[in-house]
């Protein structure tokens, strides 16, 4: 696969295939799209920060910007090529691995980074949390629905997450550490529940990747 | 040899463009056998279940609270599970990369968007149709007094529509395999936001389909039971979203190639009354205000005969004291009785004490901000044989009690009540007057005086006889304050 990747006279230094491939990569997978969107989640969660939210739209704000991105990361797991691009080689699961795992932490990053110096509900623990749970979420979704409707279930999430917040006032309360985002930010069983969906979803995506078969609408 | 039958000619096929809605109606039946939104029905449903469906039964069986619990949630899912499917479907020929392979077909490309929307609309309205005949079938069943509330059902099923279009309009726009996630996840954003900026019953932002009646209390048991439930914010709210929806599929015909010219001018006229008619809407729930009856109205669009109360026949138990409330709370009947029914034999027949005791409708007040009072309507003791009007606790906003907590509540409030009229004081009673308070309300071990708490613990030791024969003869004194706590037996 790198040799027909590499224009014969252009071998260079030997990262160069390796780059160039994982730019083909990224590029295919829309990437650099993704990042702007988690760059936009963090330009409007910063900006939204500056106003004066109750408790309950405090902590929902957040949790929306990390659904946001969480679910453009899912979506980059679609792949354009499918079946031939798996027939190609053996570096395709750690692109897979590594596309994901930077995806993830820009966006945990850069949410991190927008509530710095402004009252975040939850602090920098918590949205590192929800975001690694919430893009568990979308990518064993891609790996089971495809990757085109990840985004179906951190937005499902999300809605069952904000209804755990509202029974936190008017309950009775959920308090399963499944439904993490509605539990403090030092839970140890919702941080361990979170990271055991991202990495369930993260070995899943990367063996296998999306399923190919999605929806054809 | 016979001659053969004369053979009639087939009759000539009409061709389907021909036939009146015959290529439309093929169109549509096409979109609506390959809809994405058929992918997000289970998803919907569940989260109704979730979100809905569970808090609604939460709830006792009265189809005020459940149908405003049900349009405030239902919109919740609603909403980003139909934009993003919408956008989705919007997206298709941009995603696929075929815009220029279907501009030769015969149809223009608005009514091939109109087409799709619709049977993305469709999909959604089946849905939701199931799964508020699934809640509102249960409220039948569980025996809810009086009938369905349609209009909190009316603005879920018309925002649907909206959210559709909504969700279309962007994937149209920018079809990208991002545009559903985003609008999604966007246009649950913009509801929340939506109710964020609500202060005071005069608030634009009323016009939000998340809106059932004053923001701040929520699905509130004691609106529209006594009085009509009132359609004027529904109103508004559904030719907002008509009007949304309007805007939104008319912006899709509107640039070149979207169809001819006559097709483009129908798509902007759609446009502009789309604006028109939401801006109005706007404009009206700015006007709305909170009316005694804890409804938002709206007096260009308020009906005067709304304003009557609902005509019904108390349910009562028995004497010595009757005590009569709604129907619609009838389930609370043995629970309140229960409760005052330690204080009612007491009372019964002594100066003072009520000859029955009715319910009472809330009556609601704006105040500052979002702060809404609520108290009963009317003086709590009315006629010249005098009868207690008692708010219950469950009529007030916050969460249900439980069977036992009413129970307190209404005999630590409503039995107080009517045992200081008897004793003849308000809530500063003199050390006798309130051990006998404590004695017959049975809250001797609240009290932080130890010779009122002495005299009372005697005092509720007697036979209830007893003390009522006690009562008999020494209320006047007691009521005139000559009791000294020596003196209570």
């Known amino acids: ?217 | 040899m016979t001659a053969a039958p004369p053979v009639r000619p087939p009759a000539r096929p009409v061709p389907a463009a021909h036939r009146p809605l015959g290529g439309a109606g093929r169109l549509l039946r096409l979109e609506v056998r390959r809809n994405a939104m058929l992918w997000t029905l289970p998803l919907a449903a569940v989260l109704f279940w979730v979100l809905t469906f569970r808090q609604s039964m939460a709830y006792p069986p009265l189809w005020n609270v459940r149908a405003m619990t049900m349009q405030a949630t239902g919109v919740a899912v609603f909403a980003p599970t139909v934009v993003g499917a919408a956008a989705w479907v919007g997206s298709r020929e941009g995603r696929h990369g075929m815009a220029d392979l279907v501009v030769g077909t015969a149809r223009p490309r608005w009514i091939r968007q109109l087409a799709a929307w619709a049977a993305t609309t469709g999909w959604a309205i089946v849905a939701y149709l199931g799964c508020v005949g699934a809640l509102y079938g249960a409220t039948v069943w569980q025996g809810a007094w009086g009938g369905p509330l349609w209009w909190p059902a009316a603005v879920v099923a018309a925002s649907l529509p909206a959210f559709a279009a909504l969700g279309f309009a962007a994937g149209a726009l920018r079809p990208s395999r991002f545009t559903p996630p985003l609008i999604a996840v966007a246009a649950f954003l913009a509801l929340e936001l939506s109710a964020q900026f609500i202060h005071g019953d005069r608030s634009y932002w009323q016009i939000s389909p998340l809106v059932a009646g004053p923001w701040e209390i929520g699905p509130d048991a004691g609106v529209a039971i006594f009085h009509p439930y009132l359609p004027d914010l529904p109103i508004a709210q559904v030719a907002f979203l008509a009007g949304l929806t309007a805007v939104l599929l008319g912006l899709l015909g509107l640039p070149a190639g979207s169809g001819g010219r006559w097709l483009r001018r129908g798509a902007a006229a759609i446009t502009a009354a789309g604006l028109l008619a939401a801006g109005t809407a706007v404009a009206l729930a700015g006007t709305g205000r909170l009316d005694a009856h804890g409804m938002i109205t709206i007096s260009a669009l308020h009906d005067k005969a709304d304003d009557r109360p609902i005509r019904y026949t108390p349910v009562c138990s028995q004497p010595p004291i009757p005590v009569c409330l709604h129907p619609a709370y009838a389930s609370s009947l043995p629970v309140v009785t229960a409760a005052l029914e330690p204080v009612l034999d007491e009372v019964a027949g002594l100066p003072g004490a009520p000859i029955r005791i009715d319910q009472a409708a809330a009556t609601y007040e704006q105040e500052s901000g979002n702060g809404v009072g609520i108290r009963a309507e009317g003086p709590p003791m009315s006629g010249p044989s005098p009868v207690y009007r008692l708010l219950l606790p469950n009529q007030l906003p916050g969460p249900t009690l439980t069977s036992s907590e009413l129970v307190v509540a209404v005999r630590t409030n409503i039995g107080r009540d009517i045992l200081a009229d008897v004793v003849g004081v308000g809530r500063s009673a003199d050390p006798a007057q309130q051990a006998v308070m404590a004695a017959i309300l049975n809250t001797v071990d609240a009290e932080t005086d130890p010779q009122v708490a002495a005299a009372a613990a005697r005092f509720a030791a007697l036979p209830a006889a007893a003390r009522r024969a006690w009562l008999v003869e020494h209320l006047a004194a007691l009521r005139a304050g000559n009791i000294t706590l020596a003196r209570l037996p």
């Not at chain 1, 993830?104 to 590192?128: D, I, K, M, S």
């Not at chain 1, 009775?172 to 499944?178: E, G, I, K, R």
């Open chain 1, 1 to 217: 696969m790198l040799a027909a990747l590499v224009p014969a006279g252009s071998v260079g230094p030997r990262l160069r295939p390796g780059l160039r491939m994982a730019r083909l990569h990224l590029a295919s997978r829309r990437v650099s799209a993704a990042l702007a969107a988690v760059a936009a989640c963090a330009v409007a969660l910063r900006v939204a920060l500056h106003w004066h939210w109750d408790a309950y739209g405090a902590l929902q704000l957040p949790l929306i910007f990390e659904t946001a991105c969480a679910a453009a990361i899912a979506v980059t797991t679609a792949s354009p090529f499918g079946e031939p691009e798996r027939a190609t080689g053996r570096w395709l699961p750690i692109l897979r691995l590594g596309a994901v795992l930077a995806l993830a932490a820009a966006a945990a990053g850069a949410l991190a980074a927008a509530g710095t110096g402004a009252h975040l509900a939850g602090g920098t623990l918590e949205v590192l949390r929800n975001t690694a749970g919430l893009t568990g979420i979308g990518l064993l979704c891609a790996a089971m629905l495809g990757g085109a409707l990840a985004w179906t279930g951190p937005t499902v999430y999300l809605m069952i997450a904000v209804y755990a917040l509202y029974t936190q006032w008017h309950g009775p309360a959920l308090t399963t550490p499944w439904i993490w985002p509605a539990r403090p930010s030092d839970d140890t069983g919702a941080a361990l529940c979170a990271g055991l969906v991202f990495g369930a979803g993260t070995v899943l995506i990367t063996m296998r990747g999306a399923r190919d078969s999605v929806a054809r609408t």
